[in-house]
């Protein structure tokens, strides 16, 4: 199935929250740079001034990221996340090399989104990273 057969049904709908996950592509750990990664940041806080979308958690991973959105651009989810990856590159002042899309998770109402956010914030522990998030300093969630 290809990309576009695959987002074909995709719906945007303006306060929907979202988990998505977004990767460099090939995998490249380029967000291992401290100064690449907090880009990544910049531009999630440019995302919120600029009212295309409320980050409720992130984390940037050294070759992906995971953030919980709710959606404000009426745009639509596609347009905000094409946004934000071009604004990594402005922030970081070099081409990022993104994998193309994105993949996203809608959630529904009976989602815990605690639950969504540990998870998020958690995966640096899961990949080995680091034994506690406290060591991790690429992440934040208005839950925790």
């Given at each position: 199935?290809?990309?576009?057969?695959?987002?074909r049904?995709?719906q945007?709908?303006i306060?929907?929250e979202y988990?998505?996950?977004?990767?460099?592509q090939?995998?490249?750990?380029l967000f291992?740079?401290f100064?690449?990664a907090?880009?990544?940041?910049?531009?999630?806080?440019?995302?919120?001034?600029?009212?295309?979308?409320?980050?409720?958690a992130?984390?940037?991973?050294?070759?992906?990221?995971?953030a919980?959105?709710?959606?404000s651009?009426?745009?639509?989810?596609?347009?905000?996340?094409?946004h934000?990856?071009?604004?990594?590159s402005?922030?970081?002042?070099?081409?990022?090399?993104?994998?193309k899309?994105?993949h996203?998770?809608?959630?529904?109402?009976a989602?815990?989104?605690?639950?969504i956010?540990?998870?998020?914030?958690l995966n640096?522990v899961?990949?080995?990273?680091?034994a506690?998030?406290r060591?991790?300093?690429?992440w934040?969630?208005?839950?925790l």
């Amino acid at each position: 199935m290809s990309y576009k057969e695959a987002v074909r049904h995709r719906q945007s709908v303006i306060g929907q929250e979202y988990l998505i996950t977004i990767c460099l592509q090939d995998r490249q750990p380029l967000f291992q740079h401290f100064d690449l990664a907090r880009a990544v940041v910049h531009a999630f806080r440019k995302m919120e001034a600029q009212a295309q979308a409320s980050v409720l958690a992130w984390v940037v991973m050294p070759d992906h990221l995971h953030a919980l959105i709710s959606l404000s651009n009426p745009k639509g989810l596609g347009n905000t996340v094409a946004h934000f990856k071009i604004d990594v590159s402005r922030c970081a002042s070099r081409r990022i090399p993104w994998q193309k899309g994105f993949h996203e998770r809608t959630l529904r109402k009976a989602d815990d989104r605690k639950d969504i956010a540990r998870y998020i914030i958690l995966n640096p522990v899961r990949a080995g990273l680091v034994a506690s998030v406290r060591e991790y300093p690429h992440w934040d969630s208005v839950y925790l």
